[in-house]
T-cell receptor, first 114, second 115 residues
Framework: DTEVTQTPKHLVMGMTNKKSLKCEQHMGHRAMYWYKQKAKKPPELMFVYSYEKLSINESVPSRFSPECPNSSLLNLHLHALQPEDSALYLC?????????????FGPGTRLTVL | AQKVTQAQTEISVVEKEDVTLDCVYETRDTTYYLFWYKQPPSGELVFLIRRNSFDEQNEISGRYSWNFQKSTSSFNFTITASQVVDSAVYFCALKRGGSNYKLTFGKGTLLTVNP
């Protein structure tokens, strides 16, 4: 199984809503990532979890709250978002270790904030 | 600081043409890694290749080939006999050696293959 899955595929939410994005992988990867991608731009790293611990937070606003319940799951909790947060949110995973490994990406969640 | 430049914003070709996507990188590290990803309209980034800085061997995979030249800091990607299914945005990315997780992406090249 070389797949990263993400749910939902599409999400529309108001600025006062609370929602969560989910990501799952069963490749035994111990590093998991959240990226944000605006139209016609490259992905921007938001968070990295390594062995279920938050390793990198790229100065992301607190209205985005990541969670890694176990080695296969990664969530992104959303609260009080702004319209400018509308984007494609991509999850990725990779192996850990001394050797650098490529990141495998999920299909993304297209988020629209009204 | 690291930087990846994909000077071609958009390329349009007719099916069966060969096309080369350029990637130029900047880094002061001696150990680094280069990647190419494909992003079709569906949105998922598909990993194509990883190349280590100490391995300048070029690679061919079917219709895809990559030319890595450290002397010019370039890692170009050629699609031979392009097909409509090759239409996508292609990203070149650079990663430092060590435990750093961050990928530095180029801005991407939109390739359109017309029938």
């Amino acid at each position: 199984d070389t797949e990263v899955t993400q749910t939902p595929k599409h999400l529309v939410m108001g600025m006062t809503n609370k929602k969560s994005l989910k990501c799952e992988q069963h490749m035994g990867h111990r590093a998991m990532y959240w990226y944000k991608q605006k139209a016609k731009k490259p992905p921007e790293l938001m968070f990295v979890y390594s062995y279920e611990k938050l390793s990198i937070n790229e100065s992301v606003p607190s209205r985005f709250s990541p969670e890694c319940p176990n080695s296969s799951l990664l969530n992104l909790h959303l609260h009080a978002l702004q319209p400018e947060d509308s984007a494609l949110y991509l999850c990725a995973s990779s192996q850990e270790g001394q050797i650098v490994h490529e990141q495998f990406f999920g299909p993304g969640t297209r988020l629209t904030v009204l | 600081a690291q930087k990846v430049t994909q000077a071609q914003t958009e390329i349009s070709v007719v099916e069966k043409e060969d096309v080369t996507l350029d990637c130029v990188y900047e880094t002061r590290d001696t150990t680094y890694y280069l990647f190419w990803y494909k992003q079709p309209p569906s949105g998922e980034l598909v990993f194509l290749i990883r190349r280590n800085s100490f391995d300048e061997q070029n690679e061919i995979s079917g219709r895809y080939s990559w030319n890595f030249q450290k002397s010019t800091s370039s890692f170009n990607f050629t699609i031979t006999a392009s097909q409509v299914v090759d239409s996508a945005v292609y990203f070149c990315a650079l990663k430092r050696g060590g435990s750093n997780y961050k990928l530095t992406f180029g801005k991407g090249t939109l390739l359109t293959v017309n029938p």
